[in-house]
């Protein structure tokens, strides 16, 4: 019952390094989506796909790239790592019509830029 | 654009007791939906319970319910019989049908169950 994995967990960048954040979903959502969330606030949606091959920007896209070329997987990566982007990163997906749209979310990966 | 505000920055409650947090929203949408999520301090995201716009009932799930005002665009979350394990952040989030299924979250309430 792995539902939407994300990995790395935890991890510390120094500024100006990249690295990408995996994530997979074994429910086969056709939407999936990255959010990040910073001390005290709710979740801003970074990038979203509707389906593979397909992405499009969030609220906050700035310094991050989305590729989604299977159904199952939709990496985030940063380029260029700054301080403003430490902060919790949530992978999430849903299928439409199913379960009232209802997204579901993975454990969270805690990024910290230094 | 559509904006969900959660006034209670923070809340306590005595176990076994009943609470309620408070979410308000801004659209001009007829067709939505709305959430309660709760993230515990593993910063987990947890479904709680879901809204459809166009039903008048109430949703419930367990110990939670809402109270859905659609006309003055309320969205109350009500917790009965209140355990330590409720102890978490909540957070109020709204999706405009059709929108690609994007959440638009309020900042959340801090509640805490004291024993």
């Known amino acids: 019952n792995a539902g939407v994995t994300q990995t790395p967990k935890f991890r510390i960048l120094k500024i100006g390094q990249s690295m990408t954040l995996q994530c997979t979903q074994d429910?086969?959502?056709?939407?999936m989506y990255w959010y990040r969330q910073d001390p005290g606030m709710g979740l801003k949606l970074i990038y979203y796909?509707?389906?593979?091959?397909?992405?499009d920007k969030g609220e906050v896209p700035n310094g991050y790239n989305v590729s989604r070329s299977t159904t199952e997987d939709f990496p985030l990566r940063l380029e260029l790592a700054a301080p403003s982007q430490t902060s919790v990163y949530f992978c999430?997906?849903?299928?439409?019509?199913?379960?009232?749209?209802?997204?579901?979310f993975g454990e969270g990966s805690w990024l910290t830029v230094v | 654009a559509q904006t969900v505000t959660q006034s209670q920055p923070e809340m306590s409650v005595q176990e076994a007791e009943t609470v309620t947090l408070s979410c308000t929203y801004d659209?001009?949408?007829?067709?939505?939906?709305l959430f309660w999520y709760k993230q515990p301090p593993s910063r987990q995201m947890i479904l709680v319970i879901r809204?459809?716009?166009?039903?008048?009932q109430n949703a419930t799930e367990n110990r939670f319910s809402v109270n859905f005002q659609k006309a003055a665009k309320s969205f109350s979350l009500k917790i009965s019989d209140s355990q330590l394990g409720d102890t978490a952040m909540y957070f109020c989030?709204?999706?405009?049908?059709?929108?690609?299924?994007?959440?638009?979250f309020g900042k959340g309430t801090k509640l805490s169950v004291k024993p």
């Open positions: 999430a997906s849903r299928r439409t019509g199913d379960s009232g749209n209802t997204i579901y």
């Open positions: 429910m086969n959502h056709n939407y």
């Open positions: 796909s509707v389906g593979a091959g397909i992405t």
């Open positions: 659209t001009s949408e007829s067709n939505y939906y």
């Open positions: 809204q459809e716009a166009y039903k008048q």
């Open positions: 989030a709204f999706y405009r049908i059709g929108s690609q299924g994007n959440l638009i």
